[in-house]
């Protein structure tokens, strides 16, 4: 029997190269400077996502585009200033290095995976981050979010964007997520760890101040275990900490729009504590693990001065756990376990 010879012009299957695997380290991004004209696409892109705000888009886009981008910018630029760095965006700073940190650690552990930051809003965009790794003979790829407590408006959202870049491809990539760590071992003892090494150098306040990114409460309501998932991270850094019953609160930041959203809110609450005479507060943001324009200005400077105007004594920020080891090593074990099963060590998948 002859043997079957392709014809010159014959379409040929690309070559199955070796299996390589990569981590996709995923924030919710910044605008590039700190200006109203960089903010602007930054805010259309952020509140124009349907997972951040859920209002039909007939009546808020007209809204969003006719009202608040004209207004809202350049008061938003003002507040990035206030906290931009020489390197540039405090969260874009951290979330890059993170990223190095934590190919770092996996690589001494034996694993040879590249990680990538990606933003959900701005640059390197997802869609970006993907299309280099896919060119670079990735074809695995673990989604990992600098998101502990698992929320639709953030964590589904960057599910939503990498599904439709898989959508447009014709060869995917095989994904999996980490959905959240709200109870991870090593990111509690992280929290523990950093908020121990400030009251060694500082001492201890009258009341520590947990506060997290809020939530409208129509989100809880509609299932949504974000709010079940930051509690649940309070209580076991408290109990890791060991610290008093009754000398700690959870608050919810960043309220936007004029619905009701997760309760307490921390600035009222802040105000609150100083008028009742609470001499000392401290305040952790446990969701962030990088330092941005929430922790920075939101609470180490409006929180701040809400406190002390209101007649507290002393207020502190406990910083994010930003690029300490403690986190880069339970950020790298939550890669780990997630990794599992995959070639990282140089075999063919």
Not at 141 to 160: G, I, K, N
């Amino acid at each position: 029997m002859p043997r079957f010879r392709p014809e010159p012009d014959s379409i040929q299957s690309p070559p199955v190269a070796a299996s390589r695997t990569a981590v996709l380290w995923c924030n919710l991004g910044s605008p590039q400077a700190p200006t109203a004209a960089a903010v602007r696409p930054y805010l259309a892109q952020f509140l124009g996502d349907p997972r951040v705000v859920e209002i039909p888009r007939p009546v808020w886009l007209p809204l969003l585009h006719g009202l608040i981008l004209r207004r809202r910018p350049a008061a938003s630029a003002a507040k990035y200033a206030s906290i931009w760095s020489a390197e540039g965006s405090p969260l874009a700073v951290w979330t890059h290095r993170q990223a190095a940190l934590l190919q770092g650690w996996l690589g001494e552990r034996g694993h040879r995976v590249a990680v990538q930051p990606a933003m959900r809003y701005g640059p390197p965009s997802i869609a970006a981050q993907l299309d280099a790794l896919k060119a670079g003979g990735i074809d695995r790829v673990l989604v990992l979010q600098a998101y502990p407590q698992y929320s639709a408006t953030t964590t589904a959202s960057v599910v939503d964007e990498i599904n439709a870049w898989q959508a447009r491809q014709r060869r995917q990539l095989e994904l999996r997520f980490v959905n959240d760590y709200h109870d991870d071992a090593g990111y509690i003892d992280a929290l523990a760890a950093s908020v121990q090494s400030h009251w060694q150098a500082h001492g201890r306040p009258d009341r520590l101040l947990l506060s997290f990114h809020g939530i409208p409460e129509r989100n809880i309501r509609l299932g949504d275990p974000y709010e079940t998932q930051c509690r649940r991270t309070a209580m076991q850094l408290i109990e890791r900490l060991q610290w008093r019953e009754d000398a700690w609160n959870v608050t919810f930041q960043s309220r936007f729009g004029r619905a009701a959203w997760l309760q307490p809110y921390t600035e009222p609450t802040l105000r609150e504590l100083g008028r009742r005479g609470v001499g000392r507060v401290d305040v952790l943001c446990p969701g962030f693990p990088a330092d941005c324009l929430e922790t920075l200005e939101e609470i180490a400077m409006e929180g701040r001065a809400a406190f002390l105007d209101s007649g507290g004594k002393a207020f502190h920020y406990i910083p994010a756990l930003n690029d300490a080891s403690a986190w880069i090593t339970a950020l790298a074990g939550i890669a780990e376990r997630h990794l599992s099963g995959w070639p990282t060590r140089g075999e063919v998948g």
